[in-house]
Nanobody
Framework: QVQLVESGGGLVQPGGSLRLSCAAS????????IGWFRQVPGKEREEVSC????????FYANSVKGRLTISRDNAKDTVYLQMNSLKPEDTAVYYC????????????????????WGQGTQVTVSS
């Protein structure tokens, strides 16, 4: 059974930092690109970042470039999202998702390219 479990969310003041983790089980992470998405009530789910299987390809949404860094540790079956200089508009539920691809460098950029999803972790940026 495939499981993706997000952790690391919470309440942080504007300008603060959080590190989200996505722990995978039931699959060989070496074969999966991993994306991070976020969603607020009433809005569509937005992809904020993604990392290829090999780790040498990444994607960041314009709204988070320079503030978020995605990384992966396949030995630990975990992908991280380091979030710095957080803003109130970053408040959302953050989800990780896994998509299997033959190309090690491919970076999927839409939600329908992912096969498995986690349950999400709440990030709230507020003073």
């Amino acid at each position: 059974q495939v499981q993706l479990v997000e952790s690391g969310g919470g309440l942080v003041q504007p300008g603060g930092s959080l590190r989200l983790s996505c722990a995978a089980s039931g699959l060989d992470l070496d074969w999966y690109a991993i994306g991070w998405f976020r969603q607020v009530p009433g809005k569509e789910r937005e992809e904020v970042s993604c990392i290829s299987r090999s780790g040498d390809g990444t994607f960041y949404a314009n709204s988070v470039k320079g503030r978020l860094t995605i990384s992966r540790d396949n030995a630990k079956d975990t992908v991280y999202l380091q979030m710095n200089s957080l803003k109130p508009e970053d408040t959302a539920v953050y989800y990780c998702a896994a998509g299997a691809y033959g190309s090690a460098s491919y970076v999927p950029k839409s939600s329908n390219e992912f096969d498995y999803w986690g349950q999400g972790t709440q990030v709230t940026v507020s003073s």
